[in-house]
């Protein structure tokens, strides 16, 4: 019985050891993979939005450029805040990337508002020269010196005005109607509206919806695309086409996080994050497009603005901030 033990324990042995070796014919040590490293990017976009679909793209692309090393994890819907808790933590290091509406970085530089100076440029092919162009790395820079690495900026639409009161065509028009009007918390914007004739409200995006029920505010600003999706459609029916803005929003990176990365890793995602953006601008204009069909649908009453009056009556603000956008300003003039 003692001999059939050992025996038995030595058979046992040799199989176990050849198992292991690859002997028996399976594979000898099969390797333990890796988990993905994974990068959070935070934005206050539904689901529904084109700039939520330009982040899938993202992601997509990034774990095929990186073979699976990193995954990027998508939060919409401001579950990780509104942008200025989410820019703060990109700063702070405590989330790798988000997007921020433009108007929310001059808390932390000025000069960072220079795309909220009304009528900047006149086409989308201007515009979108200047942001990846000497504008675009001029704005960059200074945001680096904030802990925000700039990786480009999203097509975020032409910005006009909704409100619940009506309509109006001149800028007397609209002063006469004393709106109070939600803007972004940026100098910039507050003066342009407050110059216009309405009473300016800075409020975070996310809680716009339920100022417009509650009547906390008549309208805000915004592309028809925003109006829609972010469902503000339903609180104030009247669209004025005052085409006062071309929306931008810049995607951040956590310089804390991004610099801790390999040289290879930080070209990735400077080079997808470009694919990105080519993607994400031509999604939006089709969508934008449509939009406005889909808002006349919907019951919105879309009127148009004398823009050239508009324009005239806003001119002030340029001249007004010309100083505080030192550097950036200068840039602008020379790519008019």
Not at 176 to 189: G, H, N, S, T
């Amino acid at each position: 019985m003692k001999q059939n033990r050992r025996q038995f324990l030595k058979q046992t042995l040799a199989v176990s050891t050849a198992a292991a070796t690859g002997a028996l014919g399976f594979p000898a040590i099969v390797k333990a993979q890796r988990a993905p490293i994974i990068v959070r990017l935070g934005d206050v976009t539904p689901t529904d939005n084109p700039e939520f679909i330009a982040h899938q793209f993202f992601a997509k692309r990034i774990a095929e450029a990186t073979k699976g090393e990193y995954e990027v994890k998508l939060f919409p819907n401001s579950v990780l805040g509104g942008h200025t808790q989410m820019n703060e933590q990109v700063r702070n290091g405590t989330l790798e990337m988000a997007k921020s509406g433009q108007g929310f970085p001059t808390t932390y530089d000025k000069r960072l508002g220079i795309f909220s100076l009304p009528y900047l440029y006149t086409s989308r092919a201007k515009i979108y020269a200047a942001l990846d162009g000497r504008l675009g790395e001029a704005y960059a820079k200074v945001s680096e010196q904030y802990g925000l690495i700039n990786l480009g900026f999203y097509d975020a639409g032409i910005r006009s005005v909704y409100n619940s009161k009506g309509s109006f065509k001149t800028p007397e028009e609209m002063a006469a109607m004393k709106l109070k009007l939600r803007v972004q918390p940026d100098q910039i914007m507050i003066a342009t509206f407050n110059l216009m004739g309405a009473q300016s409200t800075p409020l975070e995006f996310a809680e716009v919806y339920n100022a417009l029920q509650q009547g906390v505010v008549d309208g805000a600003e915004n592309s028809v695309t925003w109006y829609i999706s972010m469902k503000h459609i339903e609180a104030a029916k009247y669209f004025v086409n005052t085409q006062h803005l071309f929306g931008v929003d810049p995607i951040f990176a956590s310089a804390k996080w991004f610099n801790a990365q390999p040289a290879n890793i930080q070209k990735i995602f400077r080079d997808v994050m470009r694919e990105s953006i080519a993607n994400q601008r031509k999604i939006w204009v089709e969508a934008e497009m449509a939009d406005y069909g889909r808002a006349t649908k919907m019951g919105a009453i879309i009127t148009d603005a004398d823009i050239p009056a508009f324009q005239r009556k806003v001119k002030p603000i340029w001249e007004q901030n010309k100083t505080n956008l030192s550097g950036l300003y200068e840039i602008v003039e020379a790519t008019q």
